[in-house]
């Protein structure tokens, strides 16, 4: 090979390795989306209606890019500070401050601005959001989410069933998890089939988004799970204010029946010494 051959060979390796070390457009096109729908979904749509947050669709057209990067990577200093756009978005959201989300950057920033103005270009962006039904929810409805949510039914993409972390009312006194929040009332807290449809489509908290990042819940999964958590918000099932109390109240009566038990062993090993200890001083010991 002479040396303009090696010459161009050089350049091509050294492009070559630069692309991949960047991970080349479409690789970082790919992970921006993810970071969008893992970070974001849960409270924005683009061009699918507002649900906690705004609808992102023509964001840029609303507030100056630099405004816009700023507020993605630290929205709390802004409210803090006072900017009027700001406490206006927290008014709308009522009173839900957006999270500053870790390893957030000016540069993550743009990138997100970036796909933002794509998918908005889009006549149907992949981010409109799941589309819920407003008909009535059946009893068919109910049941299959129940059976989801205690896992008698397992999620398609291999999630953890919801009982692990979380009770509802019907479930009875001690069941369901402890870990996560109870979800008797979830669906009134955020206000509605969308924004619980939004949020299980992509759990946003810190416990929940790892897991739930590669094993997403299937969209016909959401519906029958949204439909039960509206059923529970209705008002059946049982009162599940008494079960810590119940929990405590056996916890207690274990406690004071291991306590007897340890009491009385231990009363009888002193019996046998003592009666050892009569008979020897007695002499009857000895006979």
Known sequence: MNAVGRRERGVLVAFLGLFL??????????DTAADFRQNCVSCHTIGGGRLTGPDLKGVSGRAERDWLVRFIVNPQAMIDRGDPYALKLLQESRGVV??????????????????????????????KGL???????????VQGGRGLFMGVQPLRNGGPACIGCHTAKD??????????????RVFERLEGRKNLAAWLSAPATATMAPIFKNHPIASEEIVPIVAYLEAQASGGGEDMSAGPLIFLLIGLGGAGLMLVVFDLAWRMRFRTVRKQLVLTSTGRGEE
């Open 21 to 30: 070390w960047t991970g080349g457009p479409v690789a970082r096109g790919q």
């Open 98 to 127: 957006m999270p500053q989300f870790s390893g957030m950057s000016a540069a993550r920033a743009q990138a997100l601005l970036d796909l933002i103005a794509a998918e908005s270009e889009l006549e149907e962006s992949q981010f």
């Open 131 to 141: 589309q819920i039904t407003d008909r009535p929810f059946t009893t068919a409805d």
């Open 171 to 184: 479930l009875g006194g001690l069941s369901g998890g402890r870990l996560g929040p109870d979800l008797s």
